[in-house]
């Protein structure tokens, strides 16, 4: 992921932001379950209490249509949980 960094916080363009997201995407469903957004907390450092938890945080969070997963077009809402949680900083598009 190109970024630049400010005091510790990377920042991202949304197309980035989603385009790294689905990396984590295992089965290629077009959606980021709360195993594979567990996995991208992990990477950016969370530890394994952390992960198992802000997984789940995550994915309720923005869960609009209520199947338990991130769907693509609710990849934007998860812009404040990556801002608070990840240490990324979604900027423009």
């Known amino acids: ?5 400010y005091k510790g916080v990377q ?3 949304m197309l980035e932001f989603k385009t790294w997201l689905m990396t984590f995407d295992d089965d290629k469903d077009g959606r980021i379950s709360r195993d594979e957004l567990r996995e991208a907390i992990r ?4 530890g ?6 802000k997984g789940w945080q995550g994915v309720r969070s923005v869960d609009t249509n209520r199947n338990g997963y ?3 077009d609710e990849i934007e809402k998860l812009v404040e949980f990556a ?3 990840l240490g990324l900083q979604v900027v423009g598009r």
């Open 1 to 5: 992921m190109k970024n630049v960094s």
């Open 11 to 13: 920042k991202v363009t």
């Open 43 to 46: 990477v950016m450092g969370g």
């Open 48 to 53: 394994r209490f952390t992960t198992l938890i």
């Open 70 to 72: 991130i769907d693509y």
């Open 83 to 85: 801002n608070k949680t």
